[in-house]
C-alpha cells in the first residue's frame, strides 16, 4: 500500500532553515509528481510546491519563491523540501502528497519562533 512518512520538522527561529523529507513507499515512485502542502492553524491547506517526474521541473507558492527547494531522489523513493530564511508565517503543518491516488501523509509541525 502507499505510505509517505515525512520528517524533519520542528521549532527554528526566523531566519534559519530546516530540510523536510518524505519517504514514499509502495508505489514506483520515480513515475508520480509529488507534492508539498501546508496548514497553518485557522488557515487552509496550500500547495507549498510541486516536483513533477518527467523532467522534475519544480513550482512553488509565490511566498516561497526563492527561499524553497523542493527536490527528489528516485533512487532512495524521497522527496525533500529544503527550507531558508524562514519567517514566523511559515509556520504549519506540512504534508507530502501525491496527487494520483490523492495520498497524504502524516504531517510534520513546523514551528518559526524567536
Known amino acids: 500500500q502507499v505510505q509517505l512518512v515525512e520528517s524533519g520538522g520542528g521549532l527554528v527561529q526566523p531566519g534559519g532553515s530546516l530540510r523536510l523529507s518524505c519517504a514514499a513507499s509502495g508505489f514506483t515512485f520515480s513515475l508520480y509528481d509529488m507534492s508539498w502542502y501546508r496548514q497553518a492553524p485557522g488557515k487552509e491547506r496550500e500547495l507549498v510546491a510541486e516536483?513533477?517526474?518527467?523532467?522534475?521541473?519544480?513550482t512553488y507558492l509565490n511566498s516561497v519563491e526563492g527561499r524553497f527547494t523542493i527536490s527528489r531522489d528516485n533512487a532512495k523513493n524521497t522527496v525533500y523540501l529544503q527550507m531558508n530564511s524562514l519567517k514566523p508565517e511559515d509556520t504549519a503543518v506540512y504534508y507530502c502528497?501525491?496527487?494520483?491516488?490523492?495520498?497524504w501523509g502524516q504531517g510534520t509541525q513546523v514551528l518559526v519562533s524567536s
Open positions: 516536483i513533477f517526474w518527467v523532467d522534475s521541473t519544480t
Open positions: 502528497y501525491r496527487r494520483t491516488g490523492d495520498y
